[in-house]
């Protein structure tokens, strides 16, 4: 079985010490940095845009995994391919032509998601499923950090499990939001992948061991 990934969020990094905590994750056992982008529009919230990714990319020595929270994302996709982007995931809600974006996401040289939103049905992916690197199921409202896992997302996280497998794909499950200690073993159980997670890491008084130590209850 492959190795389940962590993926630190560094919308709860400290923007003033932004290169050292690159370098903290560069450092640990995480395999990708989580990058959140929010437009004001399609979530509450503005977080970061071009330059400060940019700035990230300079030290970061794992790949970006870019989640965009912004709508009508066709608009960017290049941009954000040019500041370094790895992984670029779309919310299924924010753009109505999502086999174009995602065949746009391949052409600029990124490997190419799709993010749903709490109560979105996972049914939807049926037929654009086998266009996925991977899926990031939101198991919160997206917008901010710091907010409690919703447990309706394991039971998702088992059907998009089944139908992956029933299509004989290898589409990876990214969860995000709330992913504590406490619930990321049940989630790798019910068949997720990847996990994001940000205040978790960055509260914590040890951040790599903290990472550590997700990683190890992931692959348990
Ligand atoms: C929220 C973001 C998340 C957020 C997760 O909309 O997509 O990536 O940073 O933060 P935690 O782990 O604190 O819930
Ligand atoms: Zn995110």
């Given at each position: 079985?492959?190795q ?12 003033g ?9 560069n ?55 040019k ?29 190419a ?23 990031l ?5 997206p ?25 004989g ?35 914590s ?16």
């Amino acid at each position: 079985m492959a190795q389940k990934l962590i993926a630190p969020s560094m919308l709860a990094a400290d923007f003033g010490n932004l290169q050292r905590d690159v370098e903290m994750v560069n450092n640990s056992e995480a395999d990708w940095f989580h990058i959140d982008v929010m437009d004001g529009h399609f979530v509450p919230n503005i977080s970061y845009g071009f330059p400060v990714i940019a700035a990230m990319k300079k030290y970061a020595t794992k790949p970006l995994d870019v989640h965009l929270m912004i709508e009508k994302p066709e608009r960017y996709i290049e941009e954000f391919a040019k500041v370094g982007a790895d992984i670029i995931t779309v919310h299924h809600e924010s753009t109505v032509h999502l086999h174009r974006t995602l065949r746009q996401i391949k052409d600029a040289g990124c490997k190419a998601g799709i993010v749903l939103n709490l109560t979105t049905p996972v049914s939807v992916l049926e037929d654009i499923l086998p266009e996925c690197y991977m899926i990031l199921l939101m198991s919160i409202n997206p917008g901010f950090g710091g907010q409690k896992f919703e447990d309706i997302t394991y039971n998702r996280v088992r059907k998009l499990r089944a139908m992956i497998n029933e299509q004989g794909l290898n589409t990876r499950i990214e969860i995000d939001g709330g992913v504590t200690n406490k619930n990321i073993k049940r989630l790798a159980d019910a068949g997720a992948d990847a996990f994001v997670a940000g205040s978790h890491v960055f509260k914590s008084d040890n951040q790599i061991a903290t990472i550590k130590n997700l990683k190890e209850l992931a692959n348990s």
